[in-house]
Structure formats: C-alpha cells, structure tokens
C-alpha cells in the first residue's frame, strides 16, 4: 500500500533577518496534507501563517527570510534544496497559490487572455490558440458571462470577485496537486465571499486538488475545511480534524478563538482580536509556553517549559500542559 503523504512539512523553521535581530516568524512546525483534503490554518496577525504558506512554494522574500532547518517533502522529494529554475517549473503545475487581494498578482496591462494564456504556456506545451481555448473554457466553468469577449478585459474592467475568481482559474489552469489559498476572501464582500469559496470547492472536487486554506475567519474554516491546524507565535498549538476542533477544542487558545466567533462575524475585518492580552513579541519569547501570560489554566510548570505538540487522544494533537 502506497501511504506516501502527498506533502509533508517536517520541523520548518523560517526566520527574518531584522536591524533588531533574528526572529522566528516559523519555529518548528510540522505537518502533512493528503490528497483532496482541506487543511485550514488558522491563528491571530503575525503568528506565522502567510509565511508557512509562502514557504511551501519557495516564495519567502530572502533576504530578510530563511529557511533554515525543516523538509518540505512534495510527494516524497524535498523541495527545500531545489534551485529557483526548478521551482518556476513546479509553481502552478504541482502546487499554485492565491492571495488576499487579487489586484496585486494580476498585472493591470496585460488583459486577463493573455495572463491565462502565459500561465497555461509556461506549463504545457499548448500552442497559443490551444491555450486560449482552454482559458476561454476555465472562464465558462467559473461562471464569467461571455468568456470570449471579457478574456480580452483588463483587470480592472472586472469586479473585485471577478478578478478573484479569475485568480482561482489560473491557479488551477494547469491541475495543480495542491492550491494553497491564503486569505482568499478576506478584501471581498460577505456576498460574494460565499461565491468564491464555492468556487474553490466546485473546482477543488472536479480536478481532486488538495487546499491549504489560509483563514482568520473560523466559519470559513467549518465550511470547507477537513482538518485545521491552529497556529500560534510560530507554533502549531492545536491540530484536529474539523469536527472535533469544533466540538472539543483542547487548547485554552482554540477556545479563545471559538468563543471570539461572534465578535468576528460583527466586525469582519478585526482579525480575531478578542482575546485578553497580546502576542509576545517574536524578539523577546518568553521561557515556556508563549501563551502561558493570557492562558486562564496558566501553572506555573506552563512558565519554565514549552509543551510540544502531543497527541493527546485519537483525533486531536494540542501542545499544552493542561489541556481541557
Ligand atoms: N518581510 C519580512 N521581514 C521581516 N519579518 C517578517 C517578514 N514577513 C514576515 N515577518 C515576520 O513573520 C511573522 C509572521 O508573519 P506572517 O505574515 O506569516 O503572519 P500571518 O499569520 O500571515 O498574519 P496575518 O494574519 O496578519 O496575515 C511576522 O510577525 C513578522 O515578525
Ligand atoms: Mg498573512
């Protein structure tokens, strides 16, 4: 039997270069990704989450970043050691990404035709009149009324969904293993928030591609995702599967965050914020646990070590002493 992980990240460990030092944006997570399932990281601004994505496709800005320890394991091979010339071949065709705002990774002079068309070339070995029909198709299956004639559109001429779910097509133009999505919804409205995630789904069960989805927003995550890791300060702190994160979240943070829902769906833009406390400051750890100082089941053993991420029953890994 073939158990191979179709990506495993074994104990990565990113940091940045500041003028006020090192910091550890990513500090020793690990975890893997089967196919077709829905991974959802979740956790508060700054605890790493962009950063992990970015790094499953080499796109960490070095300098300042770095890996500097861990695996990246993509269908059993480390993508860590591989040149920049190899991974312009692998993104998109292996693994593609889509961020928060769309009009940032279209390029407003090129028409949305020709920025599906390049992406489709660099990948196949399509002619141009090839591509285009394939881009002209994968504006039907997402839905753009008269393909044909808005696959000669600027970005802007399109709405902000629109361009989003344009985004999406092109990530999946070339049938990715794995989208990686981070905050793809966040900069549109709640309407057509709903939309975008559909399509994400709808796609994501016609080509079998496996999600990483990137999320501040916990009912986005109990819509469409299988399993969620909970990151905090650079940590995985929770990992379950959706369901029992739900209904028996383990670490006290996870229980901030799921109480912090309805504040969140009141003021969509706050990025869960409604925990008492703040987040140390990468710079200045504390020894022990990092949540150990907004912690309601804080001891002091919680101040001396830091838990590791344990499997404390069948379903659920929590990295506490004390978990509920
Ligand atoms: N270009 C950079 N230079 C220096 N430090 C960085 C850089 N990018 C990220 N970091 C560090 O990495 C940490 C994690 O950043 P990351 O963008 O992954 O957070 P995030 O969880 O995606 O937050 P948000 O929810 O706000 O998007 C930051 O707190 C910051 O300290
Ligand atoms: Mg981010």
Redesign the pocket.
């Known amino acids: 039997m073939n158990n191979q992980k179709l990506l495993e990240v074994q104990d990565l460990v990113i940091e940045?270069?500041?003028d006020k030092g090192k910091?550890r944006?990513?500090d020793g997570i690990s975890f893997s990704l089967n196919n077709s399932e829905t991974l959802g990281i979740v956790?508060?601004?700054?605890?790493?989450?962009?950063?992990?994505?970015?790094s499953l496709l080499k796109l960490i800005?070095s300098p300042?970043?770095k890996i500097i320890q861990g695996h990246i394991l993509y269908q059993g091979k480390d993508i860590v050691s591989k040149s920049e010339s190899a991974m312009r071949h692998f993104r998109g065709k292996e693994i593609s990404m889509i961020f928060?705002e769309p009009m940032t990774s279209l390029n407003p002079v090129f028409t949305i035709g020709n920025q599906m068309i390049d992406v489709i070339r660099q990948h196949t070995h399509a002619s141009k009149k090839e591509a285009k029909e394939r881009a002209i198709k994968m504006l039907e299956r997402i839905r753009i009324p008269n393909p044909e004639r808005r696959i000669d559109e600027y970005p802007h001429q399109m709405s902000g969904g629109m361009r989003q779910r344009i985004m999406i097509a092109m990530a999946l133009s070339c049938n990715p293993k794995i989208l990686v999505a981070?905050?793809p919804t966040t900069a549109l409205d709640v309407t057509v928030q709903a939309q975008v995630m559909a399509q994400i789904s709808e796609l994501q069960k016609k080509f079998n591609t496996a999600v990483i989805l990137?999320t501040?927003d916990l009912g986005v995550i109990a819509e469409t995702c299988t399993n969620v890791l909970v990151?905090y300060c650079?940590k995985i702190v929770e990992r379950a599967d959706v369901s029992t994160l739900f209904e028996s979240p383990r670490h006290p943070y996870t229980r901030g965050l799921l109480t912090s829902i309805p504040r969140i769906r009141e003021k969509k833009l706050e990025?869960l914020p409604t925990i008492e406390g703040t987040v140390p400051d990468?710079l200045h750890l504390p020894v022990g646990c990092r949540y150990a100082d907004r912690c309601e089941r804080v001891r002091d053993h919680c101040r001396l070590e830091e838990p590791p991420l344990e499997k404390k029953d069948d379903k659920t890994e929590v990295a506490c002493f004390y978990p509920y």
């Not at 956790?43 to 970015?54: H, N, P, Q």
């Open positions: 940045f270069t500041t910091v944006a990513v956790g508060e601004s700054g605890c790493g989450k962009t950063v992990t994505a970015l800005p300042p970043g928060q981070d905050e990137v501040h990151m650079g990025k990468l």
